[in-house]
């Protein structure tokens, strides 16, 4: 692969499993180093688009290349530049974590297996657990070694499907301190996640729904793209207030944050007249912010739901 050129290039990609159009002509460029993240309910698309570009899928049409390989023609060679982590933990429960990672490495032909096993287990803090069977660690351990074993051929790009769902909190934030390492040494990663805390620490990010992206670009340009004006708004009865807001076709959602709501509408005429009566209500506070991500995101799945 040439310098600079981007690490995945695709246009109108297709894939259908009989009556399901699964993805309906996406296209995207991911340079190198970037965490490009995939957002979308499940059946979206997002497990569809990492199986083609991974070399496990063939697109129906379409045209792209990953790493410089042709997808339609190299999907075979691309698997030995590719780490894909799947979203069920797949490795032998019946081995230790240091045989799993052995076998994956011998699968691979690495050369030097046993330095590079031992340098993996000490970036994943597993050394002391090499030895444990890999079907008695925590779900947070798995995961660990799951991403070694993706790791253990030093791919150039990983490709990690929902890489932290069912995981506690401590362990995803150690998760994606590795990921970010990662990342700062030139390694790409395209992962989907269902968590806006991660979608965050995303380099850009794109949504998808039934197969196509809505929206993609960093994450100011979809707040941006979006258009929406957003109050926090704070009374005694927010339950009540937002019955009354959601009555009104020129508020676009009524999100409840704990012990406030987030208001949010078009940056138009129509919106400020709609909230303008509920501004003046007796006990009640509201106040302009920033529209966030998940504002964005939540009015985008509003949209799906009516459409």
């Known amino acids: 692969m040439e310098e600079n050129q981007d690490v995945i290039s695709v246009q109108a990609l297709k894939k259908r499993f009989g009556p399901i159009q699964a993805v309906n002509g996406v296209s995207l460029e991911v340079r190198q180093g970037e965490i490009f993240g995939f957002l979308g309910a499940n059946g979206s698309g997002k497990t569809t688009m990492l199986r083609m570009l991974c070399g496990l899928l063939t697109p129906d049409s379409g045209k792209g290349q990953c790493l410089g390989f042709d997808l339609f023609k190299y999907s075979f060679a691309l698997k030995q530049h590719i780490g894909y982590m799947t979203q069920k933990f797949s490795l032998y429960d019946e081995l ?7 076998f994956v490495a011998k699968m691979y032909r690495v050369k030097t297996p046993n ?7 000490a970036q ?13 660690l925590s779900g947070g351990l798995k995961q660990r070694l799951a991403l070694g ?9 990983l490709l990690l499907d929902e890489p932290t769902a069912g995981v506690d909190p401590k ?29 965050v620490r995303c380099t850009r990010l794109a949504y998808m729904s039934f197969g196509q992206i809505l929206v993609q670009g960093k994450i100011q340009e979809i707040v941006e793209h979006a258009k929406l004006k957003t109050f926090e708004v704070q009374c005694s009865d927010l339950v009540g207030l937002s019955r009354k807001l959601r009555q009104n076709k020129d508020i676009s959602q009524i999100i409840l944050f704990g012990s406030s709501l987030h208001v949010s ?24 912010v920033e529209t966030n991500l998940e504002d964005v995101f939540i009015n985008l799945i509003q949209k799906e739901q009516v459409e």
């Open 124 to 136: 994943l803090n597993l050394l002391d657990r090499k030895k444990q069977l890999s079907g008695t």
């Open 171 to 199: 362990s995803r934030g150690d998760f994606w301190n590795t990921i970010h390492n990662l990342s700062q040494q030139g390694i790409t990663i395209l992962l989907s996640t269902h968590y806006m805390d991660e979608a």
């Open 149 to 157: 074993a993706s790791l253990v051929h030093e791919p150039k790009l």
């Open 115 to 121: 330095q590079k096993i031992s340098d993996l287990l």
């Open 265 to 288: 509408g078009k940056h138009t005429t129509a919106f400020d007249k709609a909230i303008e009566s509920f501004r003046h209500e007796p006990n009640t506070q509201w106040k302009e």
């Open 96 to 102: 230790t974590v240091e045989e799993n990672l052995s």
